[in-house]
C-alpha cells in the first residue's frame, strides 16, 4: 500500500535554465535536464533496469521523424510514477519508438517513484497540487 505524501511546506521548485528540457503534463512541468544530470552523477538514487519496449503502449506526443534517427536508444529513457504503481514514460519516447521499428526488446530506464521526480517540479503551486492528486488515487 502506498503512503499519503504530505506537503513539504519548504519544498523549493526546481530551477529551470535556458535550454533545460522540460516535460509538460498539464501543470506538473518537471526539469528532465536537471533531473538526468543528478541520475549521471549519482545524486538521484535510482536503479538502472530494462524496459520492455511490447509493454510500451504508443505515446501521446507526436514523433519528430527528422530526429528519431539520430536518437541513442542506449541511453536510458525514464519512468516516473504518476499515481501509486503506475508508471508513465516522461523522458524517451523517440528511443522507445526507435526500438519499436528497429525491433529491439528492450532499452534501458530509470524507473522513478514519486519520492524521487517530484524535487523536479519546477513550479510550488504544481507541487501542492500534484501531493494533493497523487493522495486523492490511494
Known amino acids: 500500500m502506498q503512503r499519503k505524501l504530505k506537503v513539504d511546506k519548504n519544498f523549493l521548485p526546481c530551477a529551470v535554465n535556458d535550454g533545460d528540457e522540460i516535460f509538460r ?3 506538473f512541468h518537471f526539469n528532465i535536464s536537471a533531473m538526468i544530470s543528478q541520475l549521471n552523477s549519482g545524486m538521484l538514487d535510482a536503479t538502472l533496469t530494462e524496459l520492455k519496449v511490447v509493454d510500451h503502449p504508443s505515446s501521446f506526443s507526436c514523433i519528430d521523424e527528422d530526429h528519431i534517427d ?3 536508444i542506449n541511453k536510458p529513457v525514464i ?14 519516447n523517440h528511443r522507445v519508438e526507435k ?7 528492450t532499452v534501458p530506464c530509470y524507473k522513478l517513484t514519486v519520492d524521487l521526480h517530484l524535487a523536479f ?6 507541487y501542492d497540487s500534484y501531493v494533493e492528486y497523487w493522495n486523492s488515487k490511494l
Open 25 to 27: 503534463n498539464g501543470i
Open 121 to 126: 517540479l519546477t513550479e510550488k503551486s504544481a
Open 79 to 92: 519512468l516516473a510514477e504518476i499515481a501509486p504503481e503506475r508508471y508513465n514514460l516522461i523522458d524517451g
Open 99 to 105: 526500438a519499436k521499428r528497429t525491433g529491439i526488446k
Open 70 to 72: 539520430h536518437v541513442d
